[in-house]
C-alpha cells in the first residue's frame, strides 16, 4: 500500500479533529497508508515567519518537509494555508542551491537535513490524481444521487500553479472538486464565484467586517443560483468560515437560509459508512438532518 | 513617445528596502491593474491592495503607509501572481513591505499572539477547545505534532532564537 505523510497543520488537529479523523479513516480503504509526522508544527502560518523574515520561514517549513523525507514518504496535507505556505517554501528552495545551503546550515543546528526528496500535496490531490473517482466510487456504501452540492475548492489549492505538483486545467474555473463530489453522486454545478475567497485567515484577523462582505457574498450566490443541499469544500479554513460566518449572519439576521457545510473527506467517510460522532460532529450550522438523509435505508447502495 | 524610466524608480529609499525583503518585481509593474481585478482584499474594500501598495512604494511613500493593516489582510492566494503579465510577483512585494512593517512592529495584538505560540507550542493557532473536541471525535487529547512535544518545541525555539525575529522582543 502507498504510504503518504499526514501534515496536520493547526485548524484540523485543534479546531476541527473530526476532519482529522475523517482523514485517519477514509484513505487506508482507499489503498493509502497514512504516516503521521511527529512533532511537526505549524508550517508556519503567512502571518508569522513568512511576515517577517524569508530564511526563517524556509527553515521552519524545511523541518516540517524533513520530517517526511526521513521516512521517505510525500506529504499530504487537509489545509489549504499548510499547503501553499509548504509548496512555495519548497519551490523556493530547490530552485537555488545557494538558499538550500542556507536552509541546511540552519538545519544543521537541530541535527535536521532538507534533500528536496519528497513533495507537497493537498488531500483532494491525492484524492482525484493518485486515488482516482473510480475506486472512490467502489468503496461507497451511500449515494448521494439526486443531492446538490456548492464546491469551494479554496484560494491555496488553485494558485499559484507555478509552485504545486498538481494543478487545474484552468484555476479560475477549478472542476476537480466537482468531480469528486461527482463520484458520490452529488450534483456540483459551477456557480460565478465559485473560484472566489471566502475571506478567512489573515483577512478576518485583520478586519472581521471586510472579511465578511466576501463571505456573504459567496454564500448568497450559492443560495440563489444552486439552492444546495450541502456546501462542500476542500479547505479547513474555507470550511470554519462558511460554518461559523454563515451563523453570524443568520443570528444578526443578515440572512434567512441555513446550508450545512462538510469538508470533502467528512462527507466521503459518511458516503463510506462512518460514524458521524467521529468524523461530522463539530460545527455551527446544524448537520444532523442531512447526515441522517445521507446515510438513510434508501440510499444504502445494492 | 513619452516613456516611464522604470530604472529612475530605484533612487527612492523604500524601492530598495521592498526589493531587499523580496519584492524584487516591484519595479517591472506598469500598473496595469490586472492583479487588482482579482484580488480578494481589494474586493473586501481595504484600500491599500496589490496595485495601489507597489503605486506608493514606487512613488516614494513609505511614513504615510506604513501603519496601514491592509497588507496584513493579503491571504496569500497568489492569484495576482498568476495573472500578472509582467512577472512582478505581486504577493512577494505585498510580503516584503509586510516584513519591513513588521521589523518595525507596525503590526497587531493579535499578530504578536501568533508569534508567541508559535515560539512556545510550534502552533500559530492554538485552542483551549481542542482536547475536549479530540477525545470527543475519538482521537488522543493531542495530535502527534509539537504541540505536546519538548524536543520539538525546542527545535523551533533554536531556529527562532537564531533568527532576526528574535531580535524583535516578540516571543
Known amino acids: ?302 | 513617445m513619452p516613456t516611464v524610466n522604470l530604472t529612475q524608480m530605484n533612487t527612492h529609499e523604500i524601492i530598495q528596502k521592498v526589493v531587499e525583503f523580496g519584492g524584487d518585481g516591484v519595479v517591472k509593474c506598469i500598473q496595469c491593474g490586472a492583479c487588482a481585478s482579482i484580488c480578494p482584499v481589494s474586493h473586501a474594500g481595504f484600500p491599500l491592495f496589490c496595485k495601489q501598495l507597489i503605486r506608493k512604494v514606487q512613488t516614494g511613500y513609505e511614513e504615510e503607509i506604513l501603519d496601514d493593516p491592509s497588507t496584513w489582510a493579503c491571504v496569500a492566494c497568489n492569484r495576482c501572481v498568476e495573472v500578472c503579465p509582467r512577472g512582478v510577483n505581486p504577493t512577494e512585494v505585498i510580503f516584503a513591505f509586510r516584513r519591513i512593517q513588521a521589523n518595525e512592529l507596525a503590526i497587531s495584538t493579535s499578530s504578536l499572539m501568533s508569534q508567541s505560540n508559535l515560539y512556545e507550542k510550534g502552533h500559530a493557532v492554538l485552542s483551549g477547545e481542542s482536547k475536549k473536541l479530540r477525545v470527543k471525535v475519538g482521537l488522543p487529547e493531542n495530535p502527534p505534532t509539537s504541540v505536546n512535544d519538548e524536543k520539538a518545541q525546542k527545535e523551533i525555539q533554536t531556529l527562532l532564537d537564531n533568527s532576526p525575529m528574535a531580535d524583535l522582543g516578540i516571543f
Open chain 1, 1 to 302: 500500500m502507498e504510504k503518504c505523510g499526514l501534515y496536520l497543520g493547526c485548524n484540523i488537529p485543534f479546531k476541527a479533529p473530526d476532519i482529522e479523523q475523517s482523514l485517519r479513516q477514509v484513505f487506508p480503504p482507499l489503498g493509502v497508508e497514512v504516516v503521521d509526522l511527529p512533532g511537526a508544527s505549524c508550517c508556519p502560518a503567512w502571518g508569522t515567519a513568512p511576515s517577517f523574515d524569508i530564511d526563517t520561514w524556509l527553515a521552519l517549513s524545511a523541518r516540517n518537509i524533513a520530517l517526511a523525507e526521513k521516512q521517505g514518504v510525500d506529504v499530504m496535507t487537509g489545509c489549504n494555508s499548510c499547503f501553499g505556505v509548504l509548496s512555495e517554501a519548497k519551490h523556493v528552495i530547490d530552485a537555488s542551491a545557494a538558499k538550500k545551503d542556507v536552509v541546511n546550515e540552519k538545519l544543521a543546528t537541530i541535527d535536521s537535513a532538507y534533500a528536496g526528496s519528497s513533495k507537497i500535496y493537498h488531500i483532494g490531490h491525492i484524492l482525484h490524481e493518485k486515488i482516482g473517482t473510480e475506486k472512490i466510487k467502489k468503496n461507497l456504501r451511500y449515494s448521494l444521487d439526486g443531492l446538490t452540492a456548492a464546491v469551494q475548492p479554496g484560494c491555496h489549492l488553485l494558485w499559484p500553479t507555478k509552485s504545486m505538483e498538481v494543478t487545474e486545467e484552468n484555476p479560475f474555473f477549478p472542476t476537480m472538486l466537482s468531480d469528486l463530489c461527482g463520484a458520490l453522486g452529488l450534483r456540483a454545478p459551477t456557480y460565478s464565484n465559485i473560484e472566489a475567497c471566502c475571506g478567512m485567515g489573515a483577512m478576518r484577523s485583520t478586519d472581521q467586517e471586510k472579511s465578511f462582505i466576501l463571505a456573504k457574498e459567496k454564500l448568497v450566490r450559492m443560495k440563489e443560483e444552486l439552492n444546495p443541499d450541502m456546501i462542500v469544500t476542500t479547505c479547513s479554513s474555507c470550511y470554519l468560515q462558511l460554518d461559523g460566518a454563515q451563523k453570524i449572519f443568520r443570528d444578526r439576521g443578515e440572512i434567512d437560509f441555513e446550508i450545512p457545510v462538510f469538508y470533502y473527506t467528512q462527507l466521503l467517510a459518511l458516503c463510506m459508512g462512518a460514524d458521524p460522532a467521529e468524523v461530522a460532529c463539530i460545527s455551527d450550522t446544524p448537520r444532523a438532518a442531512i447526515i441522517a438523509e445521507i446515510q438513510s435505508e434508501q440510499r444504502r447502495m445494492k
